[in-house]
């Protein structure tokens, strides 16, 4: 290749390069706009919120929706859903050690209707739930909260956790059943801690799908000492009058914490999600 | 397979085959499988049975205790014959299912190439995209939804302000709240929260992909388009067909997105099978016609649910094959 013709690739492909460089940075701002605005506005006060240029800084946001009782709904929220994920979690290694290691009779079935929970509408279960919960007295109950969020997270928990395991090598928990160790040891005190990533992962995702809920929580819970973050923060969006003070401050701490678990499982929660739609 | 299990306390000597059970295998697996079972059963499965009992009452929510009339089939009639319903069907295959999907899956397959290629990697820019690809992905659906119908709205929003002051547009246009336009806004709104996860499965399986098949191709004199067409396709096919099945259950059956983005409106033009189910029974409070929607809701999404289960099965299989 003469000189003048490596000049002129380069040339056409620093060009092609500087555009898809600006299409990125254009592509990632669009990405991370909506969420950064939130924070950032989350520390404006409501008069300066809206100007492009001005910008005061407050944290009277916070501490007015504190004074409204987020407080509250932070701890219904966390509460709630650290112990539906706790309980799934335990539930779920235990399935998926059995779907993963076990023969027995109709597992293809059992597995398969496993999966298909997953792809359940929840919409239809709500009203069923909700007649039951309503006749039962079971609304405005924890428990009964707790019973749908292990439940919803179940299948898809199962699921990923029988894709963690494959990667777990049998000879493992082999050699540990010669020593005589029940299945319950060799799940907890063998598998447990070599699968943690996959675990954590797992249990992130499930605290996610409880943490942003709304459909059951709204048709569950309708007093007001019982709201979770979402339902709080939706009604702080009201009909006609938006406090936006309340509303950025609220969506900044309800988005917060999953950003936080997000960032460092990120790769974790991939190959889970998308496991076996990436071999071949 | 029982006769192994019933040999109880006896140590099973070395050189047994391996396939002995230990006798705790029958207790082992109840204990592990009964509590799964027990809630889907409760959650999945009833539930569900009484929805379709439902479906035939015209149950209503101020009547709960009550408990409604047997009314047959007439629910059916209703729905099949009506035609808000149709157009409910309508909004939830083509406009939610078929176009939300479509788009976000062209835009993932747009976006994995894109912070994949080797310029991304020459201006050090890959691991910052992919960090801060993440971002909508952990923005929760409530608070994606709030700040996307400030940033649409007509007075304050910055999507009208930047628009006007680029000159593209005069008058601020109210997105959620024109008929021409809420569509197109609603799914920008979803593509925005999901993208992330198809894009970054997109991304694993491109970077599975071995670097000598594409210098293979090349150098047999493989155009752009056929490398595409003949080696990326193919390598990328089962993810595309996974993240297709996965965003398809998410869509269909979403509720929030719409519910809290438009409210079903203008009007009811945005009404899906999901808002159309929730307004009937919570709204209206014809408990016995929205289960009847939402049995018609369920018959649909099984089909999809065959389907991904055969295609999990398939790979599932495969995969003993090779073990």
Same mark, same amino acid.
């Given at each position: ?11 056409? =492909? ?10 990125? /940075? ?34 009277? =946001? ?109 000879? /493992? ?108 | ?13 070395? $050189? ?23 809630? /889907? ?46 157009? $409910? ?24 190439? /894109? ?155 945005? =009404? ?52």
């Amino acid at each position: 290749m003469n000189a003048f013709a490596l000049g002129r690739r380069l040339g056409l =492909n620093l060009l092609g390069e500087i555009v898809l460089v600006l299409v990125t /940075l254009a592509v990632l701002f669009v990405l991370v706009y909506p969420t950064a605005w939130v924070i950032v506005a989350s520390f404006k006060t409501p008069e300066t919120m809206f100007a492009a240029t001005q910008w005061r800084f407050t944290f009277q =946001n916070y501490v007015s929706v504190m004074q409204a009782g987020f407080g509250r709904n932070i701890l219904n929220s966390l509460v709630l859903c650290i112990g539906s994920v706790l309980i799934a979690t335990v539930i779920a290694v235990n399935a998926a050690y059995a779907f993963s290691r076990k023969r027995f009779a109709f597992k293809r079935f059992l597995f398969g209707s496993v999966l298909f929970g997953q792809t359940f509408p929840w919409i239809i279960l709500v009203t069923p739930i909700f007649i039951l919960f309503a006749r039962l007295g079971l609304l405005n109950n924890w428990l009964s909260m707790m019973f749908v969020y292990v439940s919803v997270s179940i299948p898809f928990s199962i699921y990923l956790l029988v894709g963690y395991l494959k990667a777990v090598p049998k000879s /493992l928990d082999e050699a540990a059943i010669i020593d005589g160790a029940t299945h319950f040891q060799i799940i907890w005190k063998i598998v447990f801690p070599i699968m943690l990533p996959g675990i954590v992962a797992t249990a992130t995702y499930a605290f996610l799908l409880c943490w942003s809920e709304y459909l059951f929580a709204v048709a569950i819970l309708t007093q007001e000492e019982m709201k979770t973050m979402p339902l709080a923060l939706y009604l702080y969006f009201g009909e006609n009058v938006t406090e936006w003070g309340n509303v950025m401050a609220a969506s900044a701490l309800t988005t917060l914490p999953t950003l936080l678990m997000f960032l460092p499982l990120q790769t974790q929660m991939v190959s889970g999600l998308s496991a076996g739609s990436v071999k071949q | 397979m029982a006769s192994h299990s019933t040999a109880s306390a006896v140590p099973a000597p070395a $050189v047994s085959g391996r396939r002995k059970r230990p006798p705790s295998e029958r207790g082992f697996l109840f204990t592990a499988l009964a509590p799964p079972f027990f809630l /889907l059963i409760c959650f999945y499965v009833y539930p569900t049975v009484f929805n379709v009992e439902n479906s035939l009452t015209d149950l209503s929510l101020f009547g709960l205790r009550d408990g409604g009339e047997w009314i047959g089939l007439e629910n059916y009639v209703e729905l099949m014959t009506s035609p808000d319903f149709r157009r $409910v069907v309508w909004n939830t295959v083509v406009w939610l299912t078929v176009v939300g999907v479509s788009v976000r899956i062209v835009l993932g397959l747009a976006l994995a190439f /894109l912070l994949n290629s080797a310029t991304l990697k020459r201006w050090r820019l890959s691991t910052i995209s992919r960090i801060l690809l993440i971002v909508p992905w952990a923005t929760p659906p409530v608070v994606a939804i709030i700040v996307w119908r400030w940033l649409l709205d007509p007075r304050v929003g910055a999507v009208n302000a930047a628009l006007i002051s680029l000159g593209i547009i005069d008058q601020p246009i109210a997105f959620l709240a024109t008929a021409g336009w809420v569509w197109p806004a609603v799914i920008t709104i979803i593509t925005w929260n999901t993208l992330p996860l198809v894009t970054l499965t997109f991304m694993a399986s491109l970077q599975s992909l071995p670097h000598e098949l594409i210098e293979a191709a090349e150098i047999d004199g493989a155009s752009k388009w056929q490398v595409m067409r003949y080696v990326y396709i193919p390598h990328l096919k089962p993810a595309i067909v996974i993240m297709v099945l996965m965003s398809t259950f998410w869509t269909f059956n979403n509720f929030i997105y719409i519910w809290l983005t438009t409210g079903a409106g203008p009007g009811t033009y945005t =009404n899906v099978m999901a808002t159309e189910i929730y307004i009937k029974a919570f709204i209206e409070g014809r408990l016995g016609y929205s289960s009847a929607a939402g049995v018609v809701m369920a018959t649909i999404m099984t089909i999809f649910g065959l389907i991904y289960l055969r295609v999990i099965a398939e790979r599932e299989l495969k995969e003993e094959g090779e073990a």
